[in-house]
């Protein structure tokens, strides 16, 4: 009936297993991890953010705009991502209030998907929302978030510790000089770990249009000539060190590939010197990529930054979107991924060395049972890196656990990572894996593959242990 109110309502027992039996074990297994602190080893939230405590401005900027998985599925159903906010920088009352319609006009897009399960999640935990979006519902809904947001208790810092967030990795360039890090950890009203994580991928990629303007960047930021490839190599490295020197604890890359072959030295710096000149062509730059991937291996076992690879992505499918609005946009999209013969060279080098951690993302999920868990079931420095992106979703996240324990046991997974870049989402992405790896441990204990004791203490390592091991946390 036109302007009746239909209720949000979020079961206690949601992403649980749906046999009565299991599902009592999966939620007293549940109970037991559900407060335990958030550790989030790898995302996109600008630490800036909580360094100024600004408070949001709009419900539309916080929850839709930054966040594409929400805007992706919205374009997809015709919605232009103008009409969402991105790429428009800040927006007035008037233009939020638009962009929190177009969402609740096409709610139904969202069912069926991870995402309806966080924002609901957001809107309902967070905020005490208890209707369900819609067009009747947008204006009442986008008021009551709205005037939460103008208390303290909704301002970053007030939300961080209500989240109940240990620890929140950031990604960042090895040129930035990490300023609100170091803000944050002086800041004696501060209480919380935010650490910054080296992300170096444009610095590896000669083929880039402006690799010349990079390498000027690195060589400033590091205060080396990096007119040479030693030059670069110690630019790189003296990067890392600020890095670490600022908290972090791992380095992540994202390439098309894994491989990790290498070059002599005179042939890699042959390659810089043609690169810089802008003569290097496809097949040196992407060998050279490669050899550097292999150098970001070594410099890992010698400054101690774990190495997070989550390759396979085609990103920026789409040319005329990534011209007008930039990247992470909604439409990178995945390719396949292949580990075993690619991480060769480097595991034949470094796979036993003592304190190196190797973490192995992918979109790929064919290579879960093929390739990953077998590497992690062997290499003491290879972690199975928990589903991610497209996949950090309910049935990807149970086929995840299916293919890498029976190989692999639960002790070798990274635990949960988020890499979201919209806040609020955070407690909301955690408790689903919680749920969900709960839900699989009582499933375990059901046909009597683990004993209860057994399982408690797996559900709680997987929240506490795991992530702290494989990011050294």
């Not at 709205?146 to 090895?174: K, Q, W, Y």
């Not at 709960?438 to 046909?447: I, P």
Request: hydrophobic residues 40%; charged residues 30%.
């Amino acid at each position: 009936m036109p302007g009746s109110i239909t209720p949000l309502h979020l079961s206690p027992d949601r992403l649980l297993p749906a046999d009565p039996g299991v599902r009592a074990l999966a939620r007293r297994l549940y109970d037991s991890v559900r407060e335990l602190p958030v550790l989030s080893p790898h995302g996109h939230v600008d630490a800036r953010m909580l360094a100024d405590d600004t408070p949001f401005s709009d419900p539309a900027s916080l929850l839709i705009t930054p966040d594409h998985y929400v805007t992706r599925l919205l374009h997809a159903d015709g919605v232009p991502l103008e009409e969402l906010g991105v790429g428009r920088g800040p927006l007035e009352e008037s233009e939020a209030r638009a962009v929190w319609h177009r969402l609740c006009e096409h709610w139904a897009v969202f069912r069926g998907t991870p995402v309806r399960h966080w924002l609901e999640s957001e809107l309902a935990g967070i905020f005490g929302v208890t209707e369900r979006p819609g067009t009747d519902s947008a204006d009442r809904i986008y008021d009551q978030i709205a005037e939460r947001l103008g208390d303290d208790a909704f301002r970053p810092r007030a939300l961080f510790r209500s989240f109940n967030i240990e620890v929140l990795a950031t990604t960042d360039d090895p040129c930035d000089d990490l300023a609100a890090h170091r803000e944050l950890r002086e800041d004696p009203g501060w209480r919380g770990r935010v650490v910054p994580t080296f992300r170096p991928d444009r610095y590896l990629e000669p083929g880039r249009a402006d690799w010349a303007e990079n390498m000027a960047r690195l060589g400033k930021a590091a205060d080396v000539d990096t007119g040479d490839y030693g030059g670069y190599l110690r630019a790189l490295r003296d990067r890392r060190r600020h890095f670490v020197e600022h908290g972090a604890t791992s380095a992540d890359h994202s390439h098309a590939d894994v491989r990790t072959d290498p070059l002599p030295p005179a042939e890699a710096a042959r390659i810089y010197r043609a690169a810089l000149a802008g003569e290097a062509d496809e097949a040196q730059s992407t060998a050279f990529r490669r050899h550097m991937l292999l150098e970001m291996a070594r410099m890992s076992c010698e400054d101690g930054l774990a190495m997070t690879l989550h390759p396979g992505v085609l990103r920026d499918h789409h040319a005329a979107t990534f011209h007008r609005y930039g990247p992470d946009t909604g439409h990178d999209i995945p390719v396949r991924a292949e580990f075993t013969r690619a991480l060769r060279p480097l595991l034949q080098r470094f796979g036993t060395r003592p304190g190196f951690r190797l973490v192995l993302f992918t979109l790929d999920e064919s290579v879960f049972s093929r390739e990953i868990a077998p590497l992690a079931g062997f290499y003491p420095s290879v972690y199975a890196g928990a589903p991610w992106w497209f996949l950090d979703a309910p049935d990807a996240i149970r086929r995840f656990r299916g293919a890498v324990t029976e190989t692999a046991g639960f002790t070798r997974t990274s635990g949960f990572v988020d890499d979201t870049r919209a806040f609020c989402s955070i407690p909301a992405r955690h408790d689903m894996s919680r749920r969900l790896d709960c839900g699989y441990l009582a499933g375990l204990v059901a046909e009597h593959r683990l004993t209860e004791d057994e399982a408690f203490e797996t559900a709680t390592e997987l929240v506490t242990v795991n992530p702290r091991k494989a990011f050294k946390l």
